[in-house]
């Protein structure tokens, strides 16, 4: 049973770019979680989705940020318009069912130049 | 919305010592508190859970335990090894369903 797979692994952007990043859950997993972590720090709750719905972006900043988790496929955490701020490892995390222990994925490292 | 406080931000043991890891909590509705561990660069590894309806989960060398009155919770590690050197971050998640993680501690383990 695959774990959950986020890709790519590292991303590299110039300021202004959009940036794409992939969450595959875990087989039986319909609900996903995005979180940011910056060097050094904690993890930040972004946002909570399940297939074709989000849940809870309460987390996510207003502007720029967007995530979608489609009936097929992967679910995508995009950054338009990228900023040095930006540059942390962003990390998604599924679960069966809400309130259920969270599975993480092995990150994705955003470099912005 | 939860808050969660965690401490200390370092902890140095000697091997073979114990580490305790305390974490407070704001959100009386909490009812689910993972322990996480990560490795530099890795992902974060859950290494022990505990659920409202109980006070004290054991796992081998790691223990939480749970406190819904003062609202705490703490990770327990005895015996400790030089490979159990990471940062350990506690969480809680209520009815929000997402987890509220505590800013963590770096623990190493002196040989």
């Known amino acids: 049973n695959a774990g959950v797979m986020q890709n790519p692994r590292h991303l590299v952007r110039r300021r202004g770019q959009e940036a794409r990043l992939r969450c595959s859950p875990m087989k039986g997993h319909s609900h996903v979680y995005w979180y940011r972590q910056l060097p050094e720090e904690g993890l930040k709750f972004m946002v909570y989705?399940?297939?074709?719905?989000?849940?809870?972006e309460s987390g996510m900043p207003k502007e720029r940020f967007s995530a979608e988790f489609p009936k097929e496929g992967p679910s995508i955490l995009r950054i338009q318009q990228v900023v040095r701020g930006d540059s942390a490892a962003y990390f998604c995390?599924?679960?069966?069912?809400?309130?259920?222990?969270?599975?993480f994925g092995p990150g994705t490292r955003l470099l912005v130049l | 919305g939860e808050n969660v406080e965690q401490h200390p931000s370092t902890l140095s043991v000697q091997e073979g010592d114990s580490a305790v890891i305390k974490c407070t909590y704001s959100?009386?509705?909490?009812?689910?508190f993972p322990w996480y561990k990560q490795e530099l660069g890795k992902r974060p590894q859950l290494i022990i859970d505990i659920r409202s309806n109980v006070g004290e989960k054991k796992d081998q060398r790691i223990a939480v335990t749970l406190n819904k009155t003062a609202k705490h919770f703490s990770l327990h590690i005895t015996e400790t090894q030089p490979e159990d050197s990471a940062v350990y971050f506690c969480?809680?998640?209520?009815?929000?369903?997402?987890?509220?993680f505590g800013s963590g501690t770096q623990l190493t383990v002196l040989p």
């Open positions: 959100d009386s509705a909490s009812n689910y």
């Open positions: 969480a809680a998640t209520g009815s929000a369903r997402q987890l509220t």
């Open positions: 995390a599924s679960s069966p069912d809400p309130g259920e222990t969270q599975y």
């Open positions: 989705l399940q297939k074709e719905n989000i849940i809870d």
